[in-house]
């Protein structure tokens, strides 16, 4: 399994590169993680959406496809893009602590 | 040793069929690109220009004659409000895995930075103005334009 250095210890990984134990997550190793991603910091906005991505996961088990985010989350589908390039869902989901969502929307 | 093959980067799409199940593969695979970071433009022809036409976007039907998919006898599928019917279950079932409405959707992949084009000879054939094309419709291009555009892209047909 791959790990990465977050926090100064190595944390283990899924196949896709996300966390792979959702207890190895807290506000700051998601800072790190979306420094790697190219965001260098994460606004109120960024965080409304990670917290949103969160609660779905708890509830539901899956992470919110693109098309809840858009509809749910309160942030829009052109700021989402800006927000999270190249990838919104996946890219929050990695800096959520969650896998990568398995819908197709 | 084999090299891992270059993730692909950019995709040009060409819709050409109008009915439901002919346009959905064509918009779930662009707005697909984008969630991956993929760049993407949507290409519509002949009757896939249905879907971008404001007043029949949200009024495509699934084809019963015609479509051995069905599981039904020709003659079934041409009884009057088949189609209808199979179109109103496949919207609920589209509905319950998130897929959006024709219009949503068309505008979920604009905003997500899809370049959205109808094709010149058909628009021509058919007569039709920018007018009847929803606003996401950036321009109306030749297939000599759409090939510029799709440099570097794979192109995808459906």
């Not at chain 1, 990465?4 to 210890?9: A, D, E, Q, W």
């Amino acid at each position: 399994m791959e790990t990465m250095v977050l926090g100064g210890k190595p944390i283990a990984l899924d196949a896709d590169g996300n966390l792979a134990n959702r207890n190895d997550w807290n506000e700051e190793t998601a800072r790190e993680i979306a420094t790697l991603e190219g965001i260098p910091e994460l606004t109120l906005q960024h965080w409304a959406v990670i917290n949103f991505m969160r609660s779905v996961f708890e509830k539901e088990g899956d992470s919110p496809s693109i098309r809840r985010l858009t509809k749910e989350s309160g942030v829009d589908t052109k700021t989402l893009y800006q927000l999270f390039p190249k990838g919104p869902a996946k890219k929050a989901a990695r800096i959520a602590g969650l896998p990568k969502p398995k819908g197709c929307i | 040793m084999t090299d891992k093959p270059s993730p692909i980067e950019r995709v040009s799409i060409i819709v050409s069929h109008g009915s439901l199940e002919g346009v959905y593969p064509g918009l779930i695979m662009a707005n697909g690109a984008r969630m991956e970071g993929i760049e993407a433009s949507l290409f519509f022809t002949f009757f896939g220009l249905d879907a971008i036409i404001k007043k029949r976007m949200n009024n495509l039907k699934v084809a019963t004659v015609g479509n051995p998919a069905m599981h039904m006898p020709t003659v079934f599928g041409a009884i009057p409000g088949m189609s209808a019917f199979a179109t109103s279950m496949m919207k609920k079932e589209m509905e319950k895995i998130d897929i959006p409405p024709v219009d949503e959707f068309i505008t979920m992949i604009h905003d997500a930075g899809t370049e959205i084009y109808a094709c010149k000879a058909t628009v021509d054939m058919f007569h039709l103005t920018m007018n009847d094309f929803c606003p996401e419709v950036d321009g109306v291009i030749s297939v000599g334009q759409f090939y510029e555009k799709a440099a570097g892209a794979q192109i995808i047909f459906t």
